[in-house]
């Protein structure tokens, strides 16, 4: 009787440490996917803060497009907003028309040569393509964090401690065919 119950309280804790074991690699998945998203959120809050000084700097010429200036406004409104409640899928449009937009104010400024020779421009202009190539590794690293937490929290028997605990599959951060297509420059001149 002394074996059976060792070997049952043996079995018992080796179910326990194999469950502990499963439930800590869900959490560690779960963090994981809190902090690509934060390192996407960075991000875009600094291209959010960017974005109104090469607005200002693009009203200081005149002849500048107001209604481009007015989308690229309101596309970055939207992606603030989408941003603060998390929502991937309205981030994923706002984003889109915050980049052609961004892409018709570079494509503009080709127009107007003393636009384009404005150093605050210059600097600004490099500084949103860093942050844009940024974001975009960024959105690539939350979608493999987003993709191995679902990946684990459908299979067996992670599948079960998941569910036991709310662990939830998440939503990976995806652009439509239009918003990841190529700006048509030659749209943008005429």
Known sequence: MAIGSILFFGAVA?????GIMLYNGLVALKHGVAK???NIDVLLKQR?????????VCKQYKQFEQDTLQRVIEARSRVQTARETQNIGALGEAEGMLRRGIGQVFAIAEAYPELKANENFMQLQ???TSLENAIADRRELYNDAVNINNVRVEQFPDAVIARLFSFESKALLEFSTVEKADIDMKQLFS
């Open 14 to 18: 080796v179910v326990a440490l194999y």
């Open 36 to 38: 690509a998203w934060a």
């Open 48 to 56: 959010h803060d960017e974005l109104p000084k090469l607005v200002e």
């Open 126 to 128: 490099q500084r949103i």
